[in-house]
């Protein structure tokens, strides 16, 4: 048994998130009921699971790559503003994949893709602590304190970044070279820390993301993670899956229900 959500995220159809509007759109039926909850189970070998009225299955063979992304690309699949996107970048890859998150236009470095949206879903989701690690070229007056305040965190979007890892670790033509592990992703976050603190970001590079490294992949290029690099990653999956959104009672009830049952007559039940 799994929740629908997961079952669209895990066959491709969308990331976890994307699966959940489908859901609440009432564009997806399992046994030719729609079904508009969310934490509905289903069994994945019995039960039919349709999206605007066609079958999925989810036998799609899954990709994870990783992209040295240069300054001027987009992460999404597509620009309105025609800008070029990192999709441009990643050829041979017969799947649907996509970015998993986001990386600034004027930012480079590690940046992953896939077509498992529930592996995209737990690394992005800001409960899983997922860290990610910069090289920040900064301008401006970098002392003990600026790199104090950032470990303890700044306020910025009038909310307190959490507690961050900060080293200085050279100095550049642009300034001083900052190695910065934060453990959120909000929007241009790293930047707006410095920002907050009077400084300036010049060049921003991430260089490791949920325990990968983006090594000496050089830049423009990707590659396929290895076979230990996506059993790492699932490992973190397991510890995100701790930290589910159904409700504990409804996961009580997934656990005694052994008997094959539409998710439909569950949701009832816990009602
Ligand atoms: N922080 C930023 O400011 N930009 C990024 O692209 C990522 C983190």
């Known amino acids: 048994m799994m929740r629908l959500q997961k079952f669209l995220a895990n066959a491709g159809v969308a990331s976890r998130?994307?699966?959940?509007?489908?859901?609440?759109?009432?564009?997806?039926?399992?046994?030719?009921?729609?079904?508009?909850?969310?934490?509905?189970?289903?069994?994945?070998?019995?039960?039919?699971?349709?999206?605007?009225?066609?079958?999925?299955?989810?036998?799609?063979?899954?990709?994870?790559?990783?992209l040295n992304k240069p300054v001027g690309f987009v992460t999404t699949v597509s620009d309105d503003k025609d800008r070029p996107t990192v999709m441009e970048l990643v050829s041979d890859i017969s799947a649907r994949i996509y970015p998993v998150g986001r990386l600034d236009y004027d930012t480079e470095g590690l940046l992953l893709l896939t077509n498992d949206g529930?592996?995209?879903?737990?690394?992005?989701?800001?409960?899983?602590?997922?860290?990610?690690?910069?090289?920040?070229?900064?301008?401006?007056?970098?002392?003990?304190?600026?790199?104090?305040?950032?470990?303890?965190?700044?306020?910025?979007?009038?909310?307190?970044?959490?507690?961050?890892?900060?080293?200085?670790?050279?100095?550049?033509?642009?300034?001083?070279?900052?190695?910065?592990?934060?453990?959120?992703?909000?929007?241009?976050?790293?930047?707006?820390?410095?920002?907050?603190?009077?400084?300036?970001?010049?060049?921003?590079?991430?260089?490791k993301e949920a325990g990968l490294t983006l090594g000496h992949l050089p830049l423009g290029k990707w590659r396929k993670l290895s076979e230990s690099e996506v059993n790492m990653l699932k490992k973190i999956e397991a510890a995100g899956e701790k930290k589910s959104s159904v409700p504990r009672r409804q996961k009580a009830y997934a656990r005694k229900n052994t008997k094959r049952t539409t998710a439909k007559k569950q949701v009832r039940k816990n009602d």
């Open 118 to 207: 529930d592996l995209t879903f737990k690394i992005t989701h800001p409960r899983h602590d997922i860290s990610k690690t910069y090289v920040a070229e900064v301008t401006g007056n970098i002392t003990m304190d600026t790199i104090l305040q950032l470990r303890r965190g700044v306020v910025v979007d009038g909310q307190k970044t959490s507690p961050a890892e900060v080293e200085v670790v050279g100095a550049t033509q642009y300034g001083t070279k900052v190695e910065i592990t934060i453990h959120e992703g909000r929007n241009r976050q790293v930047r707006k820390m410095f920002e907050a603190l009077g400084c300036i970001v010049k060049k921003l590079k991430r260089t």
């Open 17 to 66: 998130r994307a699966a959940e509007k489908m859901i609440s759109e009432g564009r997806v039926s399992v046994n030719g009921e729609i079904i508009r909850e969310m934490g509905v189970q289903i069994d994945e070998d019995y039960d039919t699971i349709e999206v605007d009225g066609a079958v999925v299955k989810n036998n799609e063979k899954k990709y994870y790559i990783m």
